[in-house]
């Protein structure tokens, strides 16, 4: 990853990889934040409201939930519990992740504010070779956070002159880019079977069920399926 001697780590050096690493996601990442901006102006939310939204709960799947079920008043209860399904996945991840980062405990809360898929995968990936730093994270992170605050309050902003970016696929270009990041993670028959039972647990629960069970219901047969087959591995 790094060029000159990759297992020194700088804090310079971790900066420049984490903005390195993160540059395609933010790229990625600017139709999702100008949708959810022109979805939310379209419920009657000001771009303040948005831009604050964003800024606060930063969390792309759970603002989507919300605002598809929006309406004055705001049923408080109904949008908590989706958001809490939707993003129970946060605790698989904080548990997988801590472990590998080199933070305090407060610096290690502080960042899990700003934990995302993408940064979670990140992190993984980056972590089969050196640990986390501080200076690596919050350069990523706070790159993505500002990315989405600012894309989504110019959605809103534009609002109705932005139109649909489903006509070009741009709202399929966060998901495949985080494919593209669970890839990077190598063809190992625990990984192969990992990501294809959650896909596949997910697929079925969103088709019979519905959102948001499928989030839920993907990870956790994913933890399953990830230590029986590491269980099956160690025993071969």
Known sequence: MDQANPFVSTPRRDIQ???????????????????FGAIAAAKGMSPLEVSLMSALVFAGGAQFAAIETWISPAPILTLAFATLLINARHVLMGASLTPKVRMSRVQTLLAYFFLTDEAWALSERRALERPVT????????????????LSSTIGAILGSFLGDPERIGADFAFTA?????????????VTLVTVAVSAG???????????????????????AAAYLAAHEEARS
């Open 134 to 149: 501080g200076a690596y994270w919050f350069a990523m992170a706070v790159v993505l956070w500002a990315n989405w605050t």
């Open 17 to 35: 990889a984490g903005l390195r690493d993160i540059a395609p996601v933010a790229v990625a990442a600017l139709p999702i934040g100008l949708l």
């Open 201 to 223: 647990v997910a697929a079925l629960v969103h088709y019979f069920i519905g959102a948001p069970w499928h989030v839920a219901s993907g990870a956790l047969a994913g933890i």
């Open 177 to 189: 880019l985080f494919i593209g990041l669970v890839a990077g993670f190598g063809k190992s028959r």
